[in-house]
């Protein structure tokens, strides 16, 4: 049974930073690209960022990008969002998702992704 548990959320005021973790299991971790999506209230779960199965190339949401580090430790299972200058409009329930395309496309689409987590929110006040 696949699983992807997602940690690190919480409260934060603007400016500041968090690091969440997607710790996956069930999976051949290290064969599939990895996703970060994120779902304010009232809106679409939006893509925030990816990363390659390798780790090698990562791609950024405009909104986040110079801001927000993407990466993964495939001897640990698990993928990180390191969150830096945070802002009210980054509130939102942050998800993990899985991709099993090895392609160096970019997929941003939610319909790319094969498994989620059950998310982790983040509320940041300004």
């Known amino acids: 049974q696949v699983q992807l548990v997602e940690s690190g959320g919480g409260l934060v005021q603007a400016g500041g930073s968090l690091r969440l973790s997607c710790a996956a299991s069930?999976?051949?971790?290290?064969?599939?690209?990895m996703g970060w999506f994120r779902q304010a209230p009232g809106k679409e779960r939006e893509f925030v960022a990816r990363i390659t199965w390798t780790g090698d190339t990562t791609y950024y949401a405009d909104s986040v990008k110079g801001r927000f580090t993407i990466s993964r430790d495939n001897a640990k299972n698990t993928v990180y969002l390191q969150m830096n200058s945070l802002k009210p409009e980054d509130t939102a329930v942050y998800y993990c998702?899985?991709?099993?395309?090895?392609?160096?496309?970019?997929?941003?689409?939610?319909?790319?992704?094969?498994?989620w987590g059950q998310g982790t929110p983040v509320t940041v006040s300004s």
């Open positions: 998702a899985a991709d099993k395309d090895k392609s160096p496309r970019v997929r941003t689409s939610i319909r790319s992704y094969e498994y």
């Open positions: 069930g999976l051949p971790f290290s064969n599939y690209a």
